[in-house]
């Protein structure tokens, strides 16, 4: 099983509609077992509070549905994930400081996997929720397919078993 984190500044947008579409690509093909998907914020801001509305809408307008409560990402939480994928570069010098620069091998920012890298840009403020969720669909993409080709043989053992 592989544990795969999503991060943002606030938990409320980015990186639970990640989450979400991340889950519903695994589950699209039958790896849901094979994934221990969350998502965390940098900060502290909107602890405890749900899924911004508009971000929900957008996702339920594109048939995915879902819930989350946000929290914040903590050393213990990069340690025990295997891969943290953050939305942009001010997300990553957050982890970079909280982990003191370790672990830089397991954090990504999301669209580094696609063929057009570049930030999420955070739709709290450009309100842009169709293109954060159209930048973030095919980041989650495009990471799936890489995870498929570096984990091909355990996610055979998963789908046989």
Known sequence: MLNVAFVCLG???????????FRQLAEERGLSLSFNIDSFATSEYEVGSGIYPP???TLENHGIRGT????????????NNDYIIVMDSENLLSLLRLT???FGEKIFKLRSFTS???????PWYSRNFEK???????GCEC?????????????DYDKRH
């Open 11 to 21: 938990n409320i947008c980015r990186s639970p509609m990640a989450e979400l579409i």
């Open 55 to 57: 971000a929900k809408r």
């Open 68 to 79: 989350h409560i946000a929290k914040q990402i903590s050393l213990r939480d990069v340690i």
């Open 100 to 102: 003191g620069g370790k």
């Open 116 to 122: 057009r890298p570049h930030d999420v840009a955070d």
């Open 132 to 138: 954060a969720y159209e930048d973030i669909y095919e």
């Open 143 to 155: 990471f799936m397919q890489y995870l498929l080709k570096e984990h091909k043989e355990a996610f």
